[in-house]
């Protein structure tokens, strides 16, 4: 079986990749996560996925997968907080209004150079919250690395008031519908009559 490798080192994706029960390993991209003013969130997240993907694959004989999540509120691009007071501005902002996540996938095939490509795009409704809830939630939660600061699979659920998506992973940080499919397509099936259980990273 072909080798498979996560271009990232966030724990989230690699807890989401695992779901597939199939072998991989992680290695950190060390690319440039800037991003030019004027250029669209949606393109933003596809180029470090792609990009990520490539700086991995350099040097070696695997798949590998690379993601990015950038979320935007009225066009505005928001990125990981970093920190407390960080974190609980961008929550303000967002509360009682609708943030867009750009969830962007990226499948490198180093034998050949081959890229495949997918952008899923999630609505997430937050609900109107006061400031000393939000500052709560952040205390005990403390998701600064996280883009939106907040855990959707954890206490962050009880921020919004609706989200809308074709892929509930996707929020995560790994739209695992579209990447389980292109990884069969790349020969990796979960599902292959010779796989039994994998080893998790």
Request: aromatic share 4%.
């Amino acid at each position: 079986m072909r080798r498979l490798i996560l271009a990232s080192t966030s724990k989230y994706r690699a807890e989401l990749l695992a779901r597939l029960n199939l072998p991989f390993e992680t290695r950190s991209p060390h690319v440039d996560e800037s991003i030019p003013p004027g250029e669209a969130p949606e393109a933003a997240a596809v180029r470090l996925a792609v990009g990520k993907a490539r700086a991995v694959a350099r040097g070696t004989d695997a798949i590998v997968i690379g993601a990015d999540q950038i979320p935007s509120l009225d066009g505005r691009i928001l990125r990981k907080p970093g920190s407390h007071r960080a974190a609980l501005e961008q929550l303000e902002a967002s509360s009682g209004r609708t943030v867009v996540f750009h969830t962007a996938a990226a499948i490198v095939d180093s034998r050949d150079g081959s890229v495949r490509s997918t952008v899923d795009v999630t609505e997430v409704d937050f609900a109107q919250l006061p400031r000393d809830a939000l500052d709560r939630y952040l205390a005990i939660e403390q998701p600064y690395d996280c883009a939106g600061g907040f855990k959707a699979e954890g206490l962050g659920i009880i921020l919004f008031s609706a989200i809308r998506s074709r892929d509930p992973t996707a929020l995560i940080g790994l739209p695992l519908i579209w990447v389980a499919a292109a990884l069969r397509a790349s020969g990796l099936d979960p599902l292959a009559p010779d796989r039994g259980p994998a080893a998790r990273p």
